[in-house]
């Protein structure tokens, strides 16, 4: 395993390894003094950030910005490539964000990676970089972010919810584990999250399907196992979220 840390200094610009973590890895709260631009090649990972979650799988990225407060929850066994940017490069975007991984973006991720440590930031690598940057920065945004609430009581929930995304415990239930009256919980959700309980609750299994269904799950095995009762409630419910049907993600 090996971490930014590890990285011989001085060390260019820009420079990148693969690597592998073991399902059930947490790599705890931290932060980096570069970009980050993970590219995820097997399993599937909730990355966490103060406020946000964020769930990849095969074949999409991650951007997390210099001295983003992170945490990484490996879900499976992973293989992932991962390239550091020095913020003086400049053009990097501004939060965090995953996205599909271009043909492009591999290859120049690829040339990156190949250099190792030690080369010179001449005009080739200067323009790899540039463009890597770029192509980070067209790359359109997946709807795969979760809010999380500020308040502890909600944050609970929440957090016990995206642990157990099938769980199917009713709004009263959850209202009483965050010690409140109901209605003063569905009114501070609300107000905290911009959306009500149930929809949030959706968007948490919608996200969490995703990936499943792109680690090779059938459709009708990720539906029951969110707490659906049949594979066509659950379809017109991931195609209202992410606008495809989930079959594309196969």
Known sequence: MKRSAD??????????????YTGGFV????????GQLSLLLSGSVTVNTPDRSFVMGVGQGMWIP?????????????????????PSLGG?????????????????????????YEFAMDARMSAIAALLLDEIERAPRLAER????????????????????????DIDYWAREAGMARRTFTRLFQVEMG????????????????SRIAAGKSIAEVAFDLGYDNAGSFSTMFRRIFGVAPGTLK
């Open 7 to 20: 990285i011989p200094r001085p060390a260019p610009p820009v420079v990148g390894f693969a690597d592998s």
């Open 27 to 34: 790599d705890g709260f931290h932060t980096h003094d570069r």
């Open 66 to 86: 210099a001295d983003t407060l992170h945490q990484s929850l490996c879900r499976t066994d992973l293989m992932f490539q991962v390239v550091y940017i020095d």
């Open 92 to 116: 990097a975007h501004p939060s965090c964000k995953v996205f599909d991984v271009s043909t492009l973006m591999r290859g120049l991720v690829d040339e990156i990676i190949a250099m190792r």
């Open 146 to 169: 979760l809010l999380l609430p500020a308040d502890p009581r909600l944050r609970r929930v929440c957090e016990a919810i995206t642990a157990e995304p099938g769980d199917r415990h």
């Open 195 to 210: 959306m009500g309980f149930a929809a949030w609750r959706r968007r948490v299994r919608v996200v969490e399907a995703a």
